[in-house]
């Protein structure tokens, strides 16, 4: 079965959205600004005749050619990090400020990790949580690349992270980047959809919503937690933030998306969600020339 046959109901454009997922996606690398502004990183490469072009929503992103080889002098030296478009997007709306204290919550390879870390100024403290040693090896060495130091990571499963870590304190924000189907991901791996099932997305949402739930508990009344899949399926995505917004003191805030996004659905296969669903934001890649994505904001204790 091909799982995009299931959003033809949802999609404004299906031959527009159909022909993106099939187009390769355009190579993306954030400025690290721990290590350089924008501007030396444009001048280091075109040194290299490496051409940019600016990202005209994120001050950070730089879009270079497709035949680009990935090392070059400002990405070894920890200027560069390669990320795609939309994954900027999670830490961009939680926005965290230098001194806070933030649960990033399945954090590896890193991308985001490193990135609230530029918008933290290394400073406070960051604790990037992953269940996978193996990729708990690369968000090391990307740490380490690319010079964040106000980092703690825990190598734990992050349904039982401690509600406490601070003596009784919790955490200001958390980043909740879960494990999913990747179905949003399929013009970077054609291969996407091999593995794919409605058990296996039924399966992942229960990790999700444990994930999830547990970062909401984690975070001090006042706080933000920011959900976020690459996925187009509504059973991880709305129906997971439907689920604790339910279960769990917290609501979804309005976000103010700085790309082109529609609505979360407040309806899927039969079942409705809470109204407020519709301040969650859907990403789809004919709209921006991204791949897909689902961003959800939190507020927590309210
Ligand atoms: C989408 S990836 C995270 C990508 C990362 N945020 C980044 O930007 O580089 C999801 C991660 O969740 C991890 N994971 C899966 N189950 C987990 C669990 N129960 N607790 C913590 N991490 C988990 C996986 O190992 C994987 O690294």
């Not at 200027?79 to 806070?100: F, I, M, N, R, Y």
């Not at 934001?281 to 921006?288: E, F, G, I, K, S």
Request: net charge negative.
């Amino acid at each position: 079965m091909d799982p995009l046959d299931r959003y033809e109901s949802v999609i404004d454009d299906v031959p527009a959205f159909r022909a993106a997922c099939e187009r390769p996606l355009p190579t993306v690398v954030r400025v690290n600004t721990l290590r350089a502004t924008r501007s030396a990183a444009e001048r280091e490469l075109a040194e290299s005749d490496i051409a940019t072009e600016r990202v005209d929503w994120h001050p950070d992103l730089l879009r270079l050619p497709d035949d680009q080889p990935g090392a070059n002098w400002p990405y070894v030296h920890g200027w560069l990090h390669g990320q795609e478009e939309v994954s900027a997007l999670p830490a961009t709306v939680l926005d965290p400020s230098p001194g806070d204290r933030v649960w990033d919550a399945c954090a590896a390879p890193g991308s985001k990790t490193t990135q609230l870390a530029a918008l933290m100024d290394d400073r406070g403290l960051l604790v990037g949580t992953d269940a996978n040693l193996g990729r708990i090896s690369a968000l090391r060495s990307n740490a380490e690349r690319l010079g964040v130091t106000n980092l703690a990571i825990t190598h734990e499963d992050a349904r039982t992270h401690s509600l406490a870590p601070f003596g009784g304190d919790s955490y200001d924000h958390a980043l909740v980047d879960v494990p999913c189907s990747c179905e949003g991901t399929v013009r970077k791996n054609p291969d996407a959809f091999e593995e794919w099932s409605l058990d296996r997305v039924r399966s992942i949402a229960g990790v999700q919503k444990g994930i999830l739930s547990r970062a909401i508990q984690a975070t001090r009344p006042g706080g933000t937690v920011v959900y976020s899949t690459c996925t187009f399926a509504p059973e991880e995505n709305e129906r997971v933030v439907d689920h604790v917004v339910e279960t769990e003191t917290c609501r979804p805030v309005a976000i103010d998306l700085p790309l082109d996004g529609t609505d979360g659905l407040t309806a899927w296969d039969g079942e409705d969600f809470d109204d407020r669903l519709t301040r969650t934001r859907r990403v789809y890649p004919h709209h921006n020339d991204t791949g897909g994505f689902f961003v959800a904001k939190l507020a927590v204790g309210e």
